[in-house]
């Protein structure tokens, strides 16, 4: 695949993704929704490389820990 077709598609994936999470956060009153965005997404890629590391098990409980206490102080 050309490099310039895969980036655009990369591109416009996460936009897809990225503006639905940084309106949510803005309901929720965060302050900074796009920088917030882009730190979930930096954990939430980072749980993937996990995923692939450690199993499946083991991630979506440490992705909950990690979030819940921001989300439930909303």
Known sequence: MDPA??????????ARLHEPLIESLRL???PDPG??????????LRAAQNIEA???????????RLLRPYLDAR
């Open 35 to 44: 920088r917030m965005a882009e730190l979930i997404n930096a954990a939430v």
């Open 54 to 64: 450690d199993g499946v098990e083991a991630v979506p409980d440490l992705l909950d």
């Open 5 to 14: 077709v895969l980036h655009e598609h990369s591109a416009e994936l996460h």
């Open 28 to 30: 929720l009153g965060e």
